[in-house]
Each structure stands twice: as C-alpha cells, then as structure tokens.
C-alpha cells in the first residue's frame, strides 16, 4: 500500500533530488510488479533501463539512496555489477504475508490428518459419541481460558482476513478484539459482516472510528469481502 503522507514527510526521501526521487518511484513500482517482495536485482544497466534514465543517472541514484539511507543497497556481483536493491517496509510486509501463508497451510494440513485418523479408527458409535462429547468439552474449557475464538471467528478465517491486500496494515485480533469488546458491551452479537465493516474503518485516513449499522456503503464493501473469502475457501 502506498501512502502519500509518508512518501512527503520522510526526512531522507526530502534529501535526495527530484531525479533520484523519480528513478526510485520507478524502482518501487518494479518491486510491485515483481511479487510485492520489496527487493530488485540487475546490472547498472538494466536497472537504468527498467526505470528509463541514463545509467550515469541509475549510478547516482544507486550512491544517493545509499546515503541518504532510504534503501538498502546489496552489491551481488562486483565483476559483473549486479545490485540488489531493497525497500525495507515492502520485504517486511512480504514477510508477514509469507508467514501467515505458512500459519495456514499448517493448520489445514492439522485438520486434514486429524479428520483422515477420525476417519480411519475402528471405534463403535458409543465409543465414538463419548469421544465427541469429550471433545466438545475440552474445546469449549479451552475456549473459555484461553479466550479462543468462536467458530464464526476461528483462527483460519481471522487468517484469511489478514490476508487481505486491504487489511495488511491492521492487526486483524486485534481489531476483532476491539469489536467484540464494543458489541459485547451493547449485548449485540458480533457477525463476520459487523466484523469486516470495523476493519474497514479502521484502515489509515478514514474518519470513522465506531461502527453504525445504517453506513450502507461501507456494509456493501463489508458483504464484497465477505463474499471473496467464501469463494476463496
């Protein structure tokens, strides 16, 4: 996400020329068309074509990021003059999505060995009745102590949320943690619907800071998102 309220007031972004200003634009719009990793790697020459300046030009931008300490800048191979250029915020980003990609994978494939030893044991269905009552038990003790999340919230769904271009900025508990707190308080139960309309608000530059039931915009983004994470599941 590109915010122009951080762009203009970076101190070190304020000490570099308007080229070097533009040809790191250029570098940044890259690094997204690239996977979002936040990282760049090419000869002078390359990179002085990718962002449509002169190499000269690519060299002092190179030197000047460096400087000025807006980028991190990685020499790969001096024989050949391969650079490696990095903007912190965008790899950190990647980063957290890459590891709640990873947080997801491992729990549906916990579900997926825990449903094919279900399926595979020999009890009777007595047995298998007790079986799940303790279960239910134990997951709802759990649930009380450890304030685990209700099955309309569970941690997959909270993930996918996380997920979201939109929501990258946001700690998505956190949030619901918030919400649940204020409908709780008014003895309204909080819906996946109620939840998404909060993530909304809360993303940077928007006004609101309390949800209301009658913002008929925001609750048709809240039902969009909904909808894209039940055709992704």
Not at 69 to 76: D, M, N, P, S
Not at 136 to 150: I, Y
């Amino acid at each position: 996400m590109f915010f122009p309220g951080d762009w203009m007031k970076d101190p070190n972004l304020s000490k570099c020329s308007a080229a070097t200003r533009g040809i790191w634009m250029d570098l940044l719009c890259a690094m997204h068309e690239n996977g979002r990793t936040g990282i760049i790697t090419g000869t002078i020459t390359e990179l002085a074509q990718m962002c449509r300046c002169s190499e000269q030009e690519m060299r002092y931008t190179i030197v000047t990021l460096r400087k000025n300490e807006v980028a991190e800048i990685r020499k790969c191979n001096a024989r050949k003059q391969s650079v490696t250029v990095v903007n912190r915020r965008m790899n950190r980003e990647h980063k957290v999505r890459e590891a709640a990609k990873l947080r997801v994978q491992k729990h549906r494939t916990k579900l997926s060995s825990n449903a094919n030893v279900t399926s595979s044991s020999s009890c009777s269905s007595s047995d298998k009745r007790i079986v799940s009552k303790d279960l239910s038990k134990s997951r709802e003790s759990s649930s009380v102590a450890t304030g685990t999340l209700s099955e309309d919230f569970s941690q997959e769904y909270l993930d996918d949320l996380q997920d979201q271009k939109r929501f990258a900025h946001l700690d998505v508990r956190e949030v619901h943690k918030k919400a649940d707190d204020y409908y709780e308080r008014r003895g309204i139960k909080l819906t996946r619907n109620k939840l998404i309309d909060w993530l909304i608000r809360e993303i940077p530059n928007r006004k609101e800071n309390a949800p209301d039931d009658d913002d008929r915009g925001t609750s048709a983004q809240a039902r969009r998102v909904a909808a894209s994470l039940e055709r992704d599941n």
